[in-house]
């Protein structure tokens, strides 16, 4: 005779064969807390792993950089128009900037010369750009840029082929595609500097590498490519019968993912001050170069006392007592300066960019950075707050403002002001470098 107990538990244990709609919904929050933050960290991660490959390039730039100002400190730093002239860049033009790559892919060769532009085609601002004479083709990108990056502007099979000759055929490789090739083979042109071809052996497994220079008009409508090196004579590229057995033929061309510029000021003696300016996808358009005008970019502000200087003195003794002058005079409560008005440039609106009022806003964002046209310094924005109408934007910097914009009167200037960069990496302060000759 079975016990009650036995019975009952029994009777229990058979009903109860799965879980309720309330143990499960508690697993899945469960669960869901645990996940959901793991699963955060990913984007997270990866945003992190990318700065750090960007940084890391950054770096190995600027130890190039410092290499090339060992090896050209005349061209590079204190004579970067090579006319053999110093004392004009100690006396006269001491802030200038040394870019090779923008000086070649200038839109148009009024803005060569220059760092800078009021977005309707004049100068704007007190930076000279030079190219130090590194303007050759694939001399600049050779030493300014990184040199692992390249893009594919065709893959097929040739129709035939010799050492030293290649034929395509009409639908695979056009006529249209021929010439954008050859122009991207030519200095000046915004797609790129550096074409190349790879040529793959009858196997697919080896290859050559070939420059590949502007294309004559006449192989362009014959669909063929010359002036390359020969091929080896070695049954890889063309058999004992002289037949063309080249497998692959790849067409690509560099992208300057990776370059940078040098930021120079130059004191009225020997020495120079340089900042490397590492770039990542630059943009090389006008529009990326436009000067925004500033309001209050100076070095102090007035501190408790609400006096220029020290509340009450004639601090510089010129007959007026707290004028804006005298901020920051020694013994005052004035304060470093941190933040700016940045004011949108809206004659981008007209020719030659046509920018419409919509995009008038510039690249603001946190992390990038700020060039000052009149002193040529960089600054990282660390934040930034736009007004209800979206004309202007509150700028605050990682640092404070090494040099003032004012006018003759002490007062904000407003002409000269700033190029807002979103693709810069990173600015690194080289310090002070010394002219070699005399």
Do not use: C
């Not at 508690?26 to 700065?51: D, E, K, N, W, Y």
């Not at 000269?416 to 693709?423: E, L």
Request: charged residues 20%; aromatic residues 8%.
């Amino acid at each position: 005779m079975r016990s009650l107990y036995q019975t009952i538990g029994q009777n229990a244990v058979s009903r109860r064969r799965g879980v309720t709609l309330m143990e499960v919904l508690m697993s899945v929050m469960i669960m869901g807390l645990g996940v959901i933050p793991l699963a955060t960290l990913f984007p997270i991660s990866v945003r992190r792993s990318a700065q750090a490959t960007q940084l890391t390039n950054a770096t190995i730039l600027r130890y190039n950089a410092e290499a090339m100002i060992d090896a050209f400190p005349d061209r590079l730093l204190h004579d970067p128009d090579n006319d053999g002239n110093r004392d004009e860049h100690r006396y006269t033009n001491r802030k200038y900037i040394v870019d090779p790559i923008g000086y070649l892919l200038a839109d148009d060769p009024a803005y060569r010369g220059r760092f800078g532009n009021d977005g309707q085609g004049a100068a704007n601002g007190r930076v000279i750009r030079f190219d130090a004479g590194f303007t050759a083709m694939g001399s600049g990108p050779n030493f300014f840029s990184q040199q692992d990056s390249w893009r594919v502007q065709f893959e097929g099979i040739p129709k035939s082929n010799s050492l030293t000759e290649l034929e395509f055929y009409p639908e695979d490789l056009s006529t249209e595609l021929m010439t954008e090739i050859d122009q991207n083979a030519v200095a000046g042109y915004s797609q790129g500097i550096w074409s190349r071809i790879v040529i793959f052996d009858e196997s697919g497994k080896i290859a050559q590498v070939r420059p590949l220079t502007s294309i004559p008009p006449a192989n362009i409508s014959s669909h063929t490519l010359t002036g390359f090196t020969a091929l080896p004579d070695n049954l890889r590229y063309v058999d004992s019968g002289g037949l063309g057995i080249v497998s692959k033929v790849r067409i690509e061309i560099q992208e300057q993912r990776y370059s940078y510029l040098l930021s120079v000021r130059h004191q009225p003696t020997r020495v120079a001050s340089v900042d490397v300016v590492v770039f990542f996808k630059r943009d090389f358009s006008p529009l990326s170069e436009v000067v925004h005008s500033v309001s209050d970019f100076v070095r102090y502000t007035t501190g408790a006392d609400g006096a220029p200087g020290v509340a009450g003195e004639d601090d510089n003794q010129d007959g007026t007592t707290d004028e804006r002058g005298e901020l920051g005079w020694k013994g005052s409560d004035d304060e470093p300066n941190y933040q700016f008005t940045l004011n949108y440039n809206n004659n981008i609106t007209g020719p030659p960019l046509n920018v419409s009022v919509d995009h008038v806003r510039p690249p603001l964002k946190k992390g990038g950075h700020i060039f000052d046209v009149k002193n040529a310094r960089w600054y990282r924005i660390q934040n930034y707050t736009e007004n209800s109408t979206a004309t202007a934007a509150l700028v605050v910097l990682d640092q404070p403002i090494a040099e003032d914009i004012r006018n003759s009167a002490g007062l904000a200037e407003t002409a000269d002001g700033v190029i807002v960069r979103s693709d810069v990496v990173q600015v690194y302060a080289l310090g002070n470098k010394l002219d070699p000759s005399n």
